[in-house]
């Protein structure tokens, strides 16, 4: 693996554009767009004001740069460096910024969650949706960008709309049986809308284009419910994550429970592959005294070098006792996401937060547990293939296959701790962002996965 020098990064705001030419990257109100393989700067734009989110258009030629504090969207041209767009949506506020499929219209959510107002950059018209909701997730495209699903709240009572994307008039509109709903999500087909209700009830419902009522599925009743929801790729599978450590597969054909994933604290079955995070000893050199260097490392783990090692059953994994007279709990399932090949499922249980687990969707099992040295921050599979990049705030990055697994330092002077990982569209390459630099780590693709990554429990 090769990586690149470290450059300068604000707030975690840095982003491959969907053709995987570019690399967009923001130091404070500067935007900085690179090529995404030599890294040199294409294009330096000046915002206004602090960059607070960006977002590239999906045929990759304008990027658009929200600026919350003040209210104001400034949009800028890849092909065009001289031309650009400035929306402001003045005394309306602004709370959320996004881009339609087409990539000309920009819509934008005022503060309170007023309305949503959807700017055409081509004609310069304006259109207005009324009553989206604040929740978790209240706007989804379909993935062939044809519709627009929105939550809504309106006398106190929730509803779903469905908007045709191609001229924003209302296909649908109907009402869904949740106390406070939570969220909405499209399969990737585009033939199925996901909606699930708050944690204080256990209740996600399936609906049609037409807004018809496919199923509701209530795993139990009176206790927290529904944590995290992801739909496969192929949109075969549902898996629900809840607040009683379980993952949950419904399947595509009855919309039925299919199977359950627990997460217990002890992994009993020899079949499961544990690899353990370990301190790995430095060398001991002759002649050398073992003092230590005159300043220490901010983090004690992201100086020493680990490497995985396959830990024989029974494991105890480290638990966390959450805070019951706490509001969010750290118990249930916090992230879950599906293999780009519908083969494998990545779970982390935020009441054993160093672990991330491995689901076999083929055989529904168990197939490996990875426990890190520390809590994991994030995951996120790489987009062309099963491999799967973690990290957890320290100064190494960690990548898993079927093939095995390895810890990885980032090298280079000073304390890299990576709190967040994106990949390229093509899988080639990884950036790993910290709080004030990014790099971007180069894999070898020529070689098998298996050879890329090394034999098992290896460290690069």
């Known amino acids: ?88 949506e003045g005394s309306a506020g602004l709370v959320a910024s996004c881009w339609s499929p087409d990539g000309r219209h920009i819509l934008n959510t005022t503060e309170f969650h007023l309305r949503i107002t959807v700017w055409s950059l081509c004609t310069k018209s304006v259109s207005y949706i009324k009553y989206p909701k604040a929740c978790q997730q209240g706007i989804t495209f379909t993935r062939d960008g044809r519709y627009l699903a929105l939550a809504e709240r309106r006398d106190c009572k929730d509803y779903v709309s469905i908007l045709v994307c191609s001229d924003w008039q209302l296909l649908r509109h109907f009402d869904t049986d949740t106390q406070d709903l939570a969220g909405i999500e499209w399969a990737p087909n585009g033939c199925v809308l996901a909606a699930w209700d708050s944690c204080l009830e256990y209740k996600i419902l399936l609906y049609s284009l037409d807004g018809r009522l496919l199923s509701t599925f209530c795993a139990y009743e009176w206790s927290l419910g529904i944590k995290s929801v992801a739909w496969s790729p192929s949109s075969q599978f549902l898996a629900v994550g809840s607040y009683d450590g379980k993952v949950r597969i419904l399947n595509h054909v009855t919309w039925k429970m299919i199977t359950e994933f627990g997460h217990p604290a002890t992994i009993n079955n020899p079949k499961i592959v544990v690899y353990k995070e370990a301190e790995k000893s430095p060398p001991l050199v002759l002649g050398r005294l073992a003092f230590p260097p005159p300043r220490a490392a901010a983090g004690p783990l992201s100086s020493t070098e680990s490497e995985y090692e396959v830990a024989s059953v029974p494991v105890s994994l480290q638990t966390l006792k959450p805070a019951a ?69 320290g100064g190494k990055v960690y990548l898993w296959s079927p093939a095995g697994c390895v810890s990885v330092q980032v090298p280079g002077e000073g304390d890299f701790q990576v709190l967040s990982v994106c990949w390229h569209p093509s899988g080639d390459s990884l950036a790993l962002l910290s709080k004030d630099h990014f790099c971007l780590c180069f894999l070898e693709t020529e070689q098998g996965v298996g050879t890329a990554f090394g034999q098992r429990g290896d460290h690069t």
Not at 8 to 15: H, Y
Not at 83 to 88: A, E, G, Q, S, T
């Open 1 to 88: 693996m090769n990586f690149s020098e470290v450059f300068k990064l604000s707030s975690l705001l840095c982003k491959f554009s969907p053709d995987g030419k570019y690399l967009a990257s923001c130091v404070q109100y500067r935007l900085v767009v690179r090529d995404a393989n030599t890294l040199q700067i294409c294009q330096l734009y000046t915002c206004l004001d602090q960059i607070q989110h960006i977002e590239w258009s999906a045929d990759s030629l304008f990027i658009l740069c929200a600026l919350y504090k003040r209210g104001l969207v400034q949009v800028w041209s890849l092909e065009q460096p001289e031309w650009h767009c400035k929306i402001d």
């Open 325 to 393: 007279d706490r509001a969010n709990p750290r118990i249930g399932i916090g992230a879950l996401a599906f293999s780009p090949d519908n083969c494998f499922l990545a779970t982390r249980s935020d009441s054993v937060p160093t672990a991330v687990w491995i689901w076999d969707i083929q055989k529904l099992r168990l197939l490996a547990v990875l426990e890190q040295l520390s809590a994991v921050r994030c995951f996120q599979w790489d987009p062309r293939q099963a491999r799967l990049a973690i990290c957890t705030g």
